[in-house]
């Protein structure tokens, strides 16, 4: 039974990991004829409109909460990593921009030293170390190769970074209704603040894929839940690596991005770093 439950998580994985990257390759097609802010916007109102019916189907005691100000932490790191991302695939292939952003389970290990008071350890400052390596490999820093760009999905990855520290700290107590609605409700919001100026009207053909970001997002993060919920972290976490393959094979067909032997090197650093801390960190919490 606990085989099938895997082989089960496992799907999920693969599944949530090919929405995303679906999701990547359809804001990519729309950066070509629309603003970024405009993009997110309609992003932060389709995915808005999805965690108000998961409100209306569960309760609106899902709402309540015990810790407002993580939420606040929570919901606008989500909001800056989002936001990032989306610029981040307008400016850069889209693997490279995949490969850098996956620094960020290795930039939580640092945030959880001062902000969880945890310990560094031998294992997890290696994988530490060899993570980074992988980045400055895909990045090249002080040569003439150098990308400013690729500081966008790293900057990214610092928000998404604070996001899961700070998703841990709430899941002892909240509830992934109130996580989900808090999140949307302040994308919705930046995404009014920074309400683009130069804002193309859609026409109803255009306004379709516009919409679907959204909700192809959320379905990717839904499948991504019920992959946790069926597998143990270290069964799946592994395949989480597979939207960088299913982003660069997209990315291919359907824009002809062939990315430079320099980001396969970054990305297969960066994924070996990614899985050796989560197989460690269940490993100490046996």
């Avoid at 309609?42 to 909460?65: D, E, H, N, P, Q």
């Avoid at 090197?265 to 490993?283: D, H, P």
Wanted: proline content about 4%; glycine content about 6%.
């Amino acid at each position: 039974m606990k085989k099938n439950a895997s082989v089960l998580g496992i799907i999920f994985m693969l599944l949530g990991t090919f929405s995303l990257g679906s999701n990547d390759i359809l804001v990519k097609g729309l950066s070509f004829n629309f603003p970024i802010w405009e993009i997110v916007f309609f992003r932060a109102l389709s995915g808005f409109l999805i965690s108000i019916m998961l409100v209306i189907i569960f309760g609106y005691s899902k709402l309540k909460t015990k810790k407002p100000l993580a939420h606040f932490i929570r919901a606008f790191s989500s909001v800056g990593c989002v936001v990032l991302f989306f610029f981040g695939i307008k400016f850069l292939l889209l693997s490279e921009n995949q490969a850098i952003f996956h620094i960020a389970p290795i930039i939580a290990c640092l945030l959880a030293i001062p902000f969880l008071g945890e310990k560094l350890g031998f294992h997890r400052a290696i994988a530490i170390v060899i993570g980074f390596i992988g980045t400055i490999i895909i990045l090249k820093p002080g040569t003439d190769l150098f990308n400013i760009y690729s500081l966008i999905p790293l900057t990214s990855a610092v928000f998404m970074a604070s996001a899961y520290l700070s998703t841990r700290y709430l899941m002892t107590t909240e509830s992934s209704i109130s996580i989900i609605f808090y999140y949307s409700l302040a994308l919705l919001i930046t995404s009014i603040i920074f309400f683009p100026s130069d804002f193309i009207m859609p026409n109803f053909i255009e306004f379709f894929p516009l919409f679907l970001t959204g909700v192809v997002g959320s379905i990717g993060h839904y499948f991504l839940s019920l992959a946790a919920k069926n597998a143990e972290v270290t069964v799946i976490a592994p395949f989480e690596y597979s939207s960088f393959v299913f982003v660069t094979i997209l990315a291919y067909i359907f824009y002809n991005q062939i990315p430079d032997i320099t980001i396969y090197i970054g990305a297969v650093f960066i994924i070996i770093s990614g899985i050796y801390i989560v197989f460690k960190e269940q490993k100490n919490n046996i």
